[in-house]
T-cell receptor
Framework: NAGVTQTPKFRVLKTGQSMTLLCAQD?????MYWYRQDPGMGLRLIHY???????AKGEVPDGYNVSRLKKQNFLLGLESAAPSQTSVYFC??????????????FGPGTRLTVL | DQQVKQNSPSLSVQEGRISILNCDYT??????FLWYKKYPAEGPTFLIS?????DKNEDGRFTVFLNKSAKHLSLHIVPSQPGDSAVYFC??????????????FGTGTRLQVTL
């Protein structure tokens, strides 16, 4: 099992450019999440998905779009990158459980720099 | 408004001694708490969790204590080992079962275990 993988690992963009970050999980998890981590701050939730074809906004959704066309993939898009979106992006997934809140499993991260 | 706070950005402990990492929260709706460990250039990995119906949870060298009245939790690592050197994040959720667990993270505490 590869767990949660993210592509690419690093990317440098110019202001106004667009890009898509790909997250893939092979654990058959229902839920997937995108976070960003900035210096001196904890991870903040951007968007999440409770299943194939569904997405919802998290704490900091502005400037991002997401899609979950397949259960195993969760894409994060930046339509017009801004320097404020320079950050490390983490994807995570978690299973559906009826008994209790389950833990999230994280990918290795994508370091994005917007010039 | 930081709902989960880790007021100590860093902590240095000698190998073999106890490490105590602290976390405070303000949202009374939080009832499930987790600790994640993060090495450089990797994603966070789940360490231990506790539900609000408990005041202590133990897993090997790691113990988490929860004081609901004080809205405070702590992670104890005994004995500390050099491999424990990492950034530790406290996270909380409203613990809604059967749905996506939206986590709110603290800013992290960097633990260094010295020889």
């Amino acid at each position: 099992n590869a767990g949660v993988t993210q592509t690419p690992k690093f990317r440098v963009l110019k202001t106004g450019q667009s890009m898509t970050l790909l997250c893939a999980q092979d654990m058959n998890h229902e839920y997937m999440y995108w976070y960003r981590q900035d210096p001196g701050m904890g991870l903040r939730l951007i968007h999440y998905s409770v299943g194939e074809g569904t997405t919802a906004k998290g704490e900091v959704p502005d400037g991002y779009n997401v899609s979950r066309l397949k259960k195993q993939n969760f894409l994060l898009g930046l339509e017009s990158a801004a320097p404020s979106q320079t950050s490390v992006y983490f994807c995570a997934s978690s299973p559906w459980t009826s008994g209790s809140t389950d833990t999230q499993y994280f990918g290795p991260g994508t370091r994005l720099t917007v010039l | 408004d930081q709902q989960v706070k880790q007021n100590s950005p860093s902590l240095s402990v000698q190998e073999g001694r106890i490490s105590i990492l602290n976390c405070d929260y303000t949202n009374s709706m939080f009832d499930y708490f987790l600790w994640y460990k993060k090495y450089p250039a990797e994603g966070p990995t789940f360490l231990i969790s506790i539900s609000s119906i408990k005041d202590k949870n133990e897993d090997g060298r790691f113990t988490v204590f929860l004081n609901k009245s004080a809205k405070h939790l702590s992670l104890h690592i005994v004995p500390s080992q050099p491999g424990d050197s990492a950034v530790y994040f406290c996270a909380a959720s409203e613990g809604l079962t059967g749905t996506a667990s939206k986590l709110t993270f603290g800013t992290g505490t960097r633990l260094q275990v010295t020889l």
